[in-house]
C-alpha cells in the first residue's frame, strides 16, 4: 500500500533514493597500508598518503578491489571490468589533500538489484544505480574543547564501497527494509561489517514529493545518518516539511541537509546548485583499474548461499513458513545455528525453539546468537528430550529456561530435578481416579454432553502429575475413562 501525505492539496506521493556508504572489511586503507581498526587512539593509523603530504603517491589495495567485486556480484550486479579513479576536489578541514580520490563516471559495479522483504510477507525490488569505490575522509570532533575543533586522520583514506539505489522506494518502511537486506547482504558476503553505530555503513538520504503520476519533485539529501531508526523518521519529517513549503507557496530547494536526533528534525547544511556540486578530475596517479574476467569468475565461484537463495531453500527442505524462514536467514551466523539444531530433528520445532525461545531471550538482554549462552548442539539436546518422551513439551520450556540461567544440558537438569515425564500407565491411572472422584460432579456435567469440560480434567491430571504426565497418554485413558 503506497505511502501518501494528505496535503490541503490533495494527496502527495513520496520519493526516496538511498545512497549507503559501507566501509570495506580490511586491514589497510585503500591507497595505503596504514590500520583501520576501530577504536584506535586519535591519529595513531595515519600514512604520509592518507594526511595529504605532497609529493605521496596512492597504491590501490589489491583485497578492497575484490571486496567491491564480491559486492557486486552479491548484488546481482554488473560488473565493470574497466574503472576509473578521480579526484573529488572540495575543502574540509579534515579532507587533508583538499580532494577524495573517488569514482565518477566509470564505477567497478553497475546496475543490480536488492529484493526487499516487507512486513506483510511481500517482497519487491529496488534497482541499485552503481557502487563505487572511495577514500574516506577524516573526522572533525567538536566536543573535545569549547572553542576548537579537533581532527582525528584515522578514518582518512579508509575504503568506502558507495552503493547508490535507484529512486524507487516509496515510504519510510520501504527505506528501512532496503537497508537491513542490504546490511544482510554484505554480512553474508563478509564485505562489510555492518555496524552503523561505529559509522562502518552510513546513509545519504535523498528524499522529494510530487503528486502521483507526476514528473519527479526536487530532492534534498540529508548526509551522515547512522541508524535505520532515524533514517525512518529523516524521511518522515523531510517529506511533511516539502509538502508544507509547497502548499505554503514556497520553493523547495535542492540542499543538503543534516539530521537532528534530539529535535527530530532536517536542517540545512548548504546549497547545492548543480546536481553534481563538486568538480571532478582523473586522477593523474592512478590508472584506469582493469580487471581480468577469470579473476571476477573465480570471486563469483567463492560466494556463499545469500540470503535470498537461503530463505527458499529453508522452506522448501524445511517446510518452514515464509516468516519463520525470514527471521532465520537475516543473520548468516542465525540461520547456520539453526541448521544445527534441526539436523535430524522437527525442523518447525527447531524453529520455533531458535525463534520464539532464543531469540526472545537474546533480545531482552541485547544479545546475538554468537554470544548464546545456550549451544545448537545444546537445544538439539532439548529437543531430542522431547522427541523421546522423557519430557513434555510444557516441561521442556521450563528446563529451557533453566538452561539459559545456568548454562547445563537438559538431559542434567531434567535428572537433577526430577523432571522426567511420567509414561507409567498405572500411575497415570491413579492420578485420573483421584481427579474423577474429587469432581464427580463434573464427570457427570461431561457425560451428560458438555464436551468442554475435557480440558479442565486434562488440567486437573497434569496439575497433580506436577505436569510430568505424557500428555498423549492423559489423553487416552482419559478419554477410555470419562467415556465409561
Not at 166 to 191: H, Q, S, V, W
Request: hydrophobic share 40%; with cysteine; glycine share 8%.
Amino acid at each position: 500500500m503506497a505511502y501518501r501525505i494528505a496535503g490541503e492539496t490533495g494527496e502527495w506521493e513520496v520519493v526516496i533514493g538511498l545512497e549507503v556508504h559501507a566501509q570495506v572489511v580490511s586491514n589497510a586503507k585503500l591507497f595505503s597500508g596504514a590500520a583501520t581498526a576501530f577504536g584506535a587512539a586519535p591519529n595513531s593509523q595515519v600514512s604520509f598518503v592518507d594526511a595529504g603530504f605532497p609529493g605521496m603517491l596512492p597504491v590501490i589495495n589489491e583485497v578492497c578491489v575484490e571486496q567491491a567485486v564480491r559486492t557486486g556480484l552479491g548484488l546481482k550486479a554488473q560488473i565493470n571490468l574497466r574503472s576509473v579513479f578521480d579526484r573529488k576536489n572540495y575543502f574540509y578541514a579534515d579532507l587533508p589533500s583538499g580532494y577524495q580520490i573517488s569514482q565518477f563516471q566509470q564505477p567497478i559495479v553497475g546496475h543490480g538489484t536488492i529484493v526487499l522483504d516487507l512486513a506483510d510477507g511481500s517482497t519487491r525490488e529496488v534497482g541499485i544505480t552503481r557502487l563505487h569505490l572511495e577514500m574516506d575522509a577524516g573526522k572533525s570532533l567538536h566536543d573535545q574543547n569549547p572553542t576548537k575543533t579537533y581532527i582525528d586522520l584515522n578514518r582518512s583514506g579508509v575504503a568506502l564501497m558507495e552503493i547508490v539505489s535507484e529512486p524507487d522506494m516509496r515510504t519510510p518502511e520501504e527505506a528501512a527494509a532496503y537497508l537491513r537486506k542490504l546490511r544482510t547482504i554484505l554480512r553474508y558476503l563478509g564485505t562489510c561489517d555492518g555496524n552503523m553505530e561505529e559509522g562502518s555503513m552510513r546513509c545519504d538520504i535523498n528524499v522529494s514529493v510530487r503528486k502521483p503520476g507526476e514528473k519527479y519533485g526536487t530532492r534534498t539529501e540529508t548526509k551522515n545518518v547512522n541508524s535505520i531508526r532515524y533514517v525512518q523518521q529523516a524521511i518522515e519529517y523531510e517529506a511533511q516539511r516539502q509538502v508544507a513549503l509547497i502548499e505554503d507557496g514556497g520553493v523547495v530547494v535542492q540542499e543538503t541537509r543534516l539530521w537532528d536526533p534530539n529535535k527530530g528534525e532536517t536542517r540545512s547544511m548548504r546549497s547545492k546548485e548543480e546536481a553534481h556540486d563538486y568538480r571532478y578530475f582523473p586522477d593523474p596517479d592512478l590508472l584506469p583499474l582493469e580487471l581480468d574476467a577469470g579473476w571476477v569468475e573465480e570471486i563469483k565461484r567463492t560466494l556463499p548461499e545469500l540470503p535470498d537463495e537461503k530463505k527458499a531453500r529453508f522452506m522448501a527442505d524445511y517446510k518452514l513458513p515464509v516468516y519463520d524462514a525470514g527471521v532465520l536467514v537475516a543473520e548468516r551466523s542465525r540461520a547456520d545455528f539453526y541448521e544445527e539444531v534441526a539436523r535430524g530433528r522437527d525442523p518447525k520445532q527447531a524453529a520455533n525453539f531458535v525463534i520464539g525461545d532464543l531469540l526472545g531471550a537474546l533480545n531482552k538482554t541485547g544479545a546475538d546468537i554468537d554470544s548464546s549462552p545456550i549451544s545448537a548442539a545444546a537445544l538439539g539436546g532439548l529437543i531430542d528430550l522431547i522427541a523421546d518422551n522423557t519430557i513434555s513439551g510444557r516441561i521442556a520450556k521450563e528446563v529451557f529456561a533453566d538452561m539459559l540461567e545456568t548454562g547445563k544440558p537438559a538431559a542434567q537438569i531434567v535428572e537433577e530435578k526430577g523432571l522426567r515425564q511420567v509414561t507409567d500407565t498405572g500411575a497415570i491411572d491413579q492420578a485420573i481416579a483421584a481427579v474423577m472422584a474429587a469432581n464427580a460432579d463434573k464427570v457427570a456435567e461431561f457425560r451428560s454432553g458438555k464436551d468442554k469440560l475435557f480440558g479442565f480434567f486434562v488440567g486437573q491430571v497434569m496439575k497433580a502429575t506436577q505436569g510430568k504426565a505424557n500428555p498423549a497418554l492423559v489423553n487416552e485413558i482419559l478419554t477410555a475413562k470419562l467415556k465409561g
